[in-house]
């Protein structure tokens, strides 16, 4: 340690140097935190769209086996509403 240099100049800068460093360790774990759960919120919105989009004829008629014969016609006509107006057909 320099004479120069008080010893009590030493201890605030070790002070703010503790502090800066607890404050930036939650700011990273903070910002990791929310990068990772913007990824798995994307990654379960396109594995919802590929299994609707694989799977959606059975989807549909299993939706449609629950319903009586009369709110089946109901469904299937705005499903097909639905996909022609989406898909661009």
Known sequence: MPR?????MLLVRADWLRTY???????????SASVLGGLFRL???FLFAFYF?????????????LLPPAKQTEVLRAWEMAVDKTSGR
């Open 53 to 65: 989009a694989v799977d959606g004829p059975r989807l549909r008629r299993g939706l449609c086996s």
């Open 4 to 8: 120069w240099l008080p010893r009590a």
């Open 43 to 45: 990654l379960t919105i």
């Open 21 to 31: 460093v607890q404050k930036s360790a939650g700011g990273v774990f903070d910002f």
